[in-house]
């Protein structure tokens, strides 16, 4: 069960944590969810990232920002890594990277792009690619919390293998009634799914979303470019624009 | 070619280095074209020696955080105000 | 944000004199350092994209160089009498002030020091200008004797605008950020005026080799 604290803070000043790997599995070829223990975890709202930050032996530092995949577990926290190739500290982090190993993190981060439990309007999540791991943070933290709000969630991927949690959307869980789930794949379908191969259009965001009238609330992640279509689908659409809230990450150094 | 920017959400982390409070829920007003919005709304670019926030609207530049190891340089001169939410 | 591994400020990641509580075995970047190179940098053979804002786009037909003297006289070049003017091909180290090093970048331009061969002006200090609204400050003296190009070809293809085509400048000996992309003109002063990172707790003259990174180094 998620704690209720939002600030990541001790003493008004956010510091860094360590962060020990107490389990990891695969989400796809390329991409890895991490659990972490973090002693003293404040706890963390659905949409919120950590930056993690590796030190080498001879000082040498690199800092990423990733987004929390679920709910914390007491102390456990877990991050859904995405290997880019030649990145500097993803392939690291999706292969070499062993439980029992400490990195430093801090968080929870950003209080914007946030999914609270007490919110009663129905809630749009549109993902593209690996942009599903902070809405299926706020999945998960509606199915925890016992969250009857209406859920539609329209998931971009390239091909079936590219899927983060498949088993998991696939097959209903306790408390996810009232979740819709609609694919789109942009370059290979699985057999017997009707929609043909292509990028997201209107159409996908009219049958998989919800009308303007019901002042849904819209998070839209993934890379810059699908968000900047799909952002500008829902407002031509009617959406309130203050209601469309978004994440891009762009090409990085990941 | 696709732009190298990300969300104003970025900010958060090396914002809460400096700030007791989370300014990236702040709504800012771009002191070049005056519109407001979130600060977790801006483009921020941060493939630069610095992090370059820039308003959606007009793209000038409305903050700037450069971090060196001792010290945090903030420029908010492209920013009329800020108004930052806190607890009644 | 990005929640699959945007890097944060990559400046400043090296913490020096800080104790770091925790490292992580077998971590290592990506690096080399089998080369001399300035204090603090890295070898890199790819040629990283840095931006600070938006790409401007300048049709070579409206593009132009523009020198403002202290006393407004301007100077101008079109891109066709850019292209008239003698051209070099220096091969050049460069060393990015967030961390990277790449060594023997080949370009084709136009020294500094012929397109201010003719220029009437007492100046000491230049202020850089590029379109997009960038800015750098270097000591003119820095950009003459075969220091600094104004370049539009490299590794022998046209300049991409992601590295500052149409035309860029390079003043390989200063960090890299002195070295304006999509630039279109320069101020000389007789005063130094700091330009958009040196406003922003980057040090006015830049020189790897002495680290002058931030201001006070």
Known sequence: MARAAVSGRLGGRLTWRGARLVESRDETAAARTLMFEVPDWPGHLAGQHVDVRLSAEDGYQAVRSYSLAAPADGDRIALSVQRVPDGEVSPYLTQDFAVGDSVELRGPLGGWFVWRPAERDPVLLVAGGSGIVPLMAMVRARRVTGSRVPFRLIYSVRSPADLYYADELRVPQPGDGGLDVAYVFTREAPDGHSRPTGRIAVADINNGGWPPEFEPNCFVCGPTGFVEIVADILVALGHDPRRVKTERFGPTGG | MTELYEDGNALAGPLGEIFAVDVTVAIQRCAHCGRTGPVAALRVYRHAPGLVARCPGCDGVVLRLVRTPDAAFLDLTGALNLRIPLEA | ?217
Request: some cysteine; proline content about 7%; charged content about 20%.
């Open chain 3, 1 to 217: 944000m990005t929640p699959q591994g945007a890097s944060i400020g990559l400046n400043g990641l090296r913490q020096r004199g800080l104790a770091v509580a925790i490292f992580t075995p077998g971590f290592h970047g990506r690096r080399s350092t089998d080369v001399q190179l300035p204090p603090g940098q890295y070898l890199t053979e790819d040629f990283p994209v840095l931006s600070a804002g938006p790409t401007p786009r300048i049709p070579l037909d409206r593009w132009e160089f523009v020198i403002t003297t202290e006393t407004e006289q301007q100077y101008r070049w079109s891109w066709d009498e850019l292209w008239a003017l003698p051209q070099d091909t220096p091969t050049v180290d460069i060393h990015c002030v967030t961390r990277w090093s790449k060594l023997a970048t080949s370009w084709q331009g136009v020294s500094l020091d012929t397109v201010l061969a003719d220029v009437e002006t007492a100046a000491d200090f230049a202020l850089v200008h590029s379109y997009g609204g960038y800015t750098t400050n270097v000591p003119l003296e820095d950009l003459l004797d075969g220091k600094a190009w104004i370049v539009h070809q490299f590794e022998g293809e046209d300049l991409p605008s992601e590295h500052g085509g149409p035309a860029r400048m390079i003043v390989p000996h200063l960090y890299f950020w002195k070295s304006a992309k999509w630039v279109r003109g320069m101020q000389l002063l007789l005063q130094d005026e700091p330009g958009f990172w040196e406003t922003a707790g980057y040090h006015d003259y830049g020189d790897p080799w002495r680290e002058q990174r931030y201001q006070g180094d």
